[in-house]
């Protein structure tokens, strides 16, 4: 079965600096890849997804991901994080018809 | 892009009552609604799969008698929390695929249950 592991439970960062949020995945075939933000006590807002195509995937507040086959990886990055960044993020995989998720990755930003 | 819209937000039942809480996709047909289950500062667990006008699958460990799942429309699926206890007490979100990305898995904002 699919899987997606997110090695790092929590992650500081400074205002400013860049980030990037590790997202490993478990599939034979090409998988259809998500990243989640969820705020606290909030509902899940989709930022980004690779279905196919090229590997550098945009979304939206200025993230993206680069899907790596060779390294079975969906890292998150972003060049200059600001505080409204600090939230929890979670990797995603499609597995027959359903959404598994990660166990996330806490981000949290100084000033 | 497409909304999927949870009500309530928030809920406090008394323990023994059963509480329904209510996703609807606002501006797409939703032919598959998912429904997950969240304790505080862990993931996202899935509880259920339910396609409209069918019985809902649940995952395993999950007790289908007492999280009562009805997909009766394209839009609206709901979850009802049967004979509530204060373990049942958590985050519950919905989610729905369908509309033009098919792929794509949009989720409500969740509702907090608190059962006393």
């Known amino acids: 079965a699919q899987s997606v592991t997110q090695p790092d439970i929590h992650i500081t960062v400074s205002e400013g600096a860049s980030l990037e949020l590790r997202c490993n995945y478990s599939?034979?075939?090409?998988?259809?890849l998500f990243w989640y933000v969820q705020s606290p006590g909030q509902g899940l807002q989709l930022l980004l997804k690779?279905?196919?195509?090229?590997?550098l995937v945009q979304g939206i507040k200025g993230f993206e991901a680069e899907f790596k086959r060779s390294q079975s990886s969906f890292n998150l990055r972003k060049p200059s994080v600001h505080w409204s960044d600090a939230a929890e993020y979670f990797c995603?995989?499609?597995?027959?018809?359903?959404?598994?998720f990660g166990t996330g990755t806490r981000l949290q930003v100084f000033p | 892009g497409a909304v999927v819209s949870q009500h309530p937000s928030w809920v406090i039942c008394k323990s023994g009552t059963s509480v329904k809480i209510e996703c609807r996709s606002l501006?797409?047909?939703?032919?598959?609604m998912f429904w997950y289950r969240q304790f505080p500062k862990q993931s996202l667990m899935l509880m259920a799969t339910?396609?409209?006008?069918?019985?809902?699958?649940?995952e395993q460990g999950v007790e289908k008698d007492k999280f009562l799942i009805n997909h009766a429309s394209l839009t609206l699926s709901t979850l009802t929390v049967t004979s509530a206890h204060p373990e049942d007490s958590s985050f519950y979100i919905c989610?729905?695929?369908?509309?033009?990305?098919?792929?794509?898995?949009?989720f409500g904002e969740g509702s907090w249950l608190t059962v006393v």
């Open positions: 989610s729905a695929r369908g509309g033009i990305d098919w792929n794509t898995i949009y």
């Open positions: 599939y034979g075939a090409t998988p259809y």
């Open positions: 690779y279905f196919s195509g090229d590997t």
């Open positions: 995603a995989v499609v597995n027959t018809d359903k959404l598994i």
């Open positions: 501006d797409f047909q939703a032919t598959t």
């Open positions: 339910s396609n409209e006008g069918s019985k809902a699958t649940y």
